[in-house]
T-cell receptor, first 114, second 114 residues
């Protein structure tokens, strides 16, 4: 199994630009999570999906952030417009089923907003 | 709300020696899961070990073992025969049985000295 795949691995953009982060969960996993990691706040859960449906987006910081999961093998996290304070490492993780088992993380996307 | 506390921002250990990383958590739930994740410089979040709260036996994975004290809400990680490749940030995490919001500690940076 290839594990959770994220792209791009690194993204550098200018303030005001739209940023799209992508994630492919492990095949067969039906729960998907987006996290943000910063030095100041550590690892924060932004949103999670179960069976492609967003269950809890209370961690999404602002309306500038949106996430979609159009099918079981793909999810996106979009920031529009981006701001320097959005600079962080964004992780995607997937799990076999809601409420059980272990989350497996992707390699992360390091986002830098200038 | 559940909180996870790692009181050691940094730890160091001599190669081949044993080191213990501390973690405490706060919860009112009786059934939950606890995890240790390793994050090397590559940023990949790698599951090290997990423990189900209903199991009294401490989990073990090769050189990694935990000391789970449910009454004290303590979940420490012991690394035996430390290797240079063990150098990383280590995160303790908590998830309730019927919950999907995984709570992470602030992390402990482990240095392994040759």
């Amino acid at each position: 199994d290839a594990g959770v795949i994220q792209s791009p691995r690194h993204e550098v953009t200018e303030m005001g630009q739209e940023v799209t982060l992508r994630c492919k969960p492990i095949s067969g996993h039906n729960s998907l999570f987006w996290y943000r990691q910063t030095m100041m706040r550590g690892l924060e859960l932004l949103i999670y999906f179960n069976n492609n449906v967003p269950i809890d987006d209370s961690g999404m910081p602002e309306d500038r952030f949106s996430a979609k999961m159009p099918n079981a093998s793909f999810s996106t996290l979009k920031i529009q417009p981006s701001e320097p304070r959005d600079s962080a490492v964004y992780f995607c993780a997937s799990r076999w089923r809601l409420g059980t088992d272990t989350q497996y993380f992707g390699p992360g996307t390091r986002l830098t907003v200038l | 709300a559940q909180t996870v506390t790692q009181s050691q921002p940094e730890m160091s250990v001599q190669e081949a020696e044993t080191v213990t990383l501390s973690c405490t958590y706060d919860t009112s739930e009786s059934d939950y899961y606890l995890f240790w994740y390793k994050q090397p410089p590559s940023r990949q979040m790698i599951l090290v070990i997990r423990q189900e709260a209903y199991k009294q036996q401490n989990a073990t994975e090769n050189r990694f073992s935990v000391n789970f004290q449910k009454a004290a809400k303590s979940f420490s990680l012991k690394i035996s025969d430390s290797q240079l490749g063990d150098a990383a940030m280590y995160f303790c995490a908590y998830r309730g049985h019927n919950n999907n919001d995984m709570r992470f500690g602030a992390g402990t940076r482990l240095t392994v000295k040759p």
